[in-house]
């Protein structure tokens, strides 16, 4: 049985002290053995968080990394910098990064290489456009982004992927959770032809993931998990999640 996962992207938020009141209390109130939890602040609250989760069983992740490991490349942080900070986890290929910094494939499968070589587990994102749903194309659209990023990365153990709608991004709009299902299983058979194990790989739904509907789309066979955001910033509400998703 696949482990529950529930990781939070905080974005770009977060200040000392609100970095200290919401992992204060979501370290107070803890977190079901059942599921592995990860928060992902920005880079500049990644020592603090680190330092706050260290004594609790909460994870913490970077939301992105370099393809590179070290060189002129300004602004960019290298995943063996994150790992030496103490963080186990990577946000890769979120489509933030594809939609406003232009990132494609190449480069996605470039940083999945850098990540897993520094001992960073990926979460890899893939998801289709509110356009690209419409006009039928979004299994099309997610097959050719599992496939342009993983194909040539030779070791994919502990991967997990993550299926991000971008019309459900910060929106309000949520798939129905037979539509985040379907798109997991399709997920799965892909990820079957890339020769990795689909029964062994978590794959998490995000996209407005709230209290009121985390658990219905839990309640679906391939749906691990989430990768939340908005709610992610609120310990009431991500503890609400984590908890939703705690096997029956």
Known sequence: MRQPLVAGNWKMHGSAQSVSELLGALVEGGVPEAVEVVVCP????????????????????????????????????????????????????????RAYHGEGEDLISAKLKAAMAAGLKPIFCVGETREQREADEAETVVAAQLRGALESVDTLAGLVIAYEPVWAIGTGLTATPQQAQDMHAFIRGELAGLGVDPAATRVLYGGSVKPGNAAELFAQQDIDGALVGGAALVAEDFQAIVTAAVPE
């Open 42 to 97: 920005t880079y500049v609250h990644l020592p603090q968080a680190i330092d706050l989760c260290r004594a609790s069983s909460v994870e913490v992740g970077a939301q992105d990394c370099s393809h590179a490991v070290e060189g002129a490349y300004t602004g960019e942080v290298a995943a063996p910098m994150i790992a030496e900070l103490g963080c186990q986890w990577v946000i890769i290929g979120h489509s933030e990064r």
